[in-house]
Nanobody, 115 residues
Framework: QVQLVASGGGLVQPGGSLRLSCAAS????????MGWYRQAPGKQRELVAS???????NYADSVKGRFTISRDNAKNTMFLQMNSLKPEDTAVYYC?????????WGQGTQVTVSS
């Protein structure tokens, strides 16, 4: 079992930045995939950034060049650095990890981009 606690959301003006964090606990040694998803009102949840255990990363076209996924193994924490934020980035953001036997989700953190 893996438990995730997400934090760092908030209200930011267009062009601003936020950094989301996701602290993991439990059976983290077997994690092979880490990702950040988001879900805007009336839309399906979408994958915006991911990282494998081998540090390979992937980004949705809509966030390439603006978002960066990273992790701190010593602190068992993953991050999503979001720069040049746009109103269309407004959503609830969820962290996600996968192991050989389970999929875990964080509780979601609201990001609102508005002037």
């Amino acid at each position: 079992q893996v438990q995730l606690v997400a934090s760092g959301g908030g209200l930011v003006q267009p062009g601003g930045s936020l950094r989301l964090s996701c602290a993991a606990s439990g059976s983290i040694f077997s994690i092979y995939f880490m990702g950040w998803y988001r879900q805007a009102p009336g839309k399906q949840r979408e994958l915006v950034a991911s990282m494998t255990s081998g540090y390979s990363t992937n980004y949705a076209d809509s966030v390439k060049g603006r978002f960066t996924i990273s992790r701190d193994n010593a602190k068992n924490t993953m991050f999503l650095q979001m720069n040049s934020l746009k109103p269309e980035d407004t959503a609830v953001y969820y962290c996600n990890v996968r192991t050989a036997v389970a999929i875990a989700w964080g509780q979601g953190t609201q990001v609102t981009v508005s002037s």
